[in-house]
C-alpha cells in the first residue's frame, strides 16, 4: 500500500498533459493510498479531467498555474517567463516550502533541470545534479548516470556519481553494497580519458563501503547486467540510452516483420506467444519510466514526454520509493564518508581538471 507521500504534479506537463498525468496519478494511486496529491495546472482543464477519477479527487487539490512550459522551449527562456507562474516551477517549488515531498513532470526536460536546480539547489557537497535511470539487463536491472543532465564533468563529478548511483540503486535494486563501473572505451586502466582514469584511482583508494567498485565497463556489457551502477557523464550518457531505445525498437519491428511473413512463421509466433509476451513486459520502457535528478537538496522525478497513464504512474511509484527510503539523507551520508575520506586526493584532481 505504501507510505503517506505528498505528492507534487506538474499536470500540464508532457505531450498530452492532464490527460495522461491525472490517469496515471490515479493509478498510482491504488498502490499508495495514503498519499496526497497536489495538482498544478489550468485550474479548468485540471478539475474537468479530475471529475472522471473520484478516487485521486478525494485525496487531490488543484493550485491554479498560468503558464505551461512548451516541450520545445528553451531552458533560459523557460526560467525567465515561467519562474514562480508555471506548473512545473510551482511542483517544484512545494517540494522546497515543504508542502511535497516530491514533484512529478512529464514536460521539458532542460527546463525542468534549469528550474530544479535554481529552485532547489544541489547539496553543498555536490557540485552537479544528475539525471539517472533503470536499464533493463539480463539480471534484472541497473541505474546509469548522468543520461543527461549535465555535460562533461572532472574525476570529482563521476565520484559524486557513483555514490549518487550506489545510493540509488540500494533503493531501486535492494541491493546492499551495488556493483559500479565506469564507462569507458575498454577495461584496460590505459584506456579513455583522463577525467575517467582519474575517477577510477579516486573510487579504488577511498574503498568505500557503501559500494562495489569494479573498474571500467564497455557499453556492450551494460545489458547483461555485470554491475548494478554505470556511471558517465551526461553526453555519452544520453547517446547510450538513446541508442539502446533506437535498438530496442528496430528488434521489436524486425522481429514483427519476420514472424509475419509467412502462415508457418506466423503459427510459430502463436505457438511461442507466451515467451513474446513476457519479452514485450520485460522490454517495455514504460515499467521503467521515472528518471531522478539527484544531487538535489530535494526529490525530482523525470516522466517520458511522451509516456501514457501507465508509464506515468510509474513514476509517481518511483518518486513515492525515493521519498520513503530516504533518498536524501543516503545521498548526504556517502558524500560525507567521501569527503572525509578522499578531499586530498579529489581536490588534486579537481584542480588538475581546470
Avoid at 519479452?279 to 521515472?290: A, F, I, S, W, Y
Amino acid at each position: 500500500m505504501g507510505n503517506a507521500v505528498r505528492i507534487a504534479v506538474d499536470a500540464m506537463g508532457g505531450d498530452i498533459g492532464p490527460s495522461v498525468t491525472l490517469a496515471g496519478a490515479a493509478s498510482a494511486l491504488k498502490t499508495h493510498q495514503s498519499s496526497e496529491f497536489l495538482l498544478f495546472g489550468d485550474e479548468a482543464v485540471v478539475t474537468a479531467e479530475l471529475a472522471k477519477f473520484p478516487e485521486l479527487a478525494a485525496r487531490a487539490r488543484i493550485i491554479p498555474a498560468s503558464v505551461s512550459i512548451g516541450m520545445d522551449t528553451k531552458p533560459s527562456i523557460a526560467l525567465r517567463q515561467g519562474r514562480r507562474v508555471s506548473s512545473m516551477w510551482m511542483a517544484i517549488e512545494a517540494v522546497k516550502k515543504g508542502e511535497a515531498e516530491v514533484a512529478v513532470s512529464a514536460g521539458n526536460t532542460g527546463a525542468l533541470m534549469a528550474m530544479a536546480t535554481f529552485c532547489l539547489r544541489t547539496m553543498s557537497q555536490i557540485d552537479r545534479p544528475a539525471l539517472a535511470c533503470l536499464w533493463p539487463t539480463l539480471r534484472g536491472h541497473s541505474v546509469v548516470l548522468d543520461v543527461g543532465a549535465a555535460i562533461g564533468g572532472d574525476a570529482v563529478h563521476l565520484v559524486n556519481l557513483a555514490i549518487m548511483g550506489a545510493a540509488m540503486a540500494r533503493i531501486m535494486l535492494n541491493v546492499e553494497c551495488p556493483r559500479v563501473g565506469l564507462l569507458n572505451i575498454g577495461v584496460e586502466e590505459i584506456k579513455g580519458v583522463d577525467q575517467v582514469k582519474e575517477a577510477s584511482k579516486i573510487l579504488k583508494e577511498l574503498e568505500l563501503p557503501m559500494l562495489d567498485y569494479r573498474g571500467f565497463i564497455e557499453g556492450d556489457r551494460i545489458g547483461w547486467g555485470e554491475v548494478d551502477v554505470v556511471v558517465t557523464e551526461g553526453f555519452s550518457g544520453n547517446i547510450a540510452i538513446k541508442t539502446a531505445e533506437g535498438t530496442a525498437k528496430q528488434f521489436a519491428a524486425l522481429l514483427r516483420e519476420a514472424l509475419g511473413r509467412s502462415l508457418v512463421t506466423k503459427l510459430g509466433a502463436w505457438i511461442a506467444r507466451s515467451a513474446f509476451t513476457e519479452l514485450k513486459t520485460k522490454m517495455d520502457p514504460r515499467q521503467v519510466n521515472g528518471a531522478v535528478f539527484l544531487g538535489l537538496e530535494g526529490v525530482v522525478i523525470k516522466s517520458h514526454g511522451g509516456a501514457d497513464a501507465f508509464g506515468f504512474a510509474r513514476a509517481v511509484e518511483i518518486g513515492c520509493e525515493m521519498v520513503e527510503q530516504d533518498l536524501l539523507a543516503r545521498i548526504r551520508q556517502a558524500a560525507t564518508l567521501v569527503e572525509g575520506r578522499g578531499a586530498p586526493r579529489a581536490a588534486q584532481a579537481q584542480e588538475a581538471a581546470k
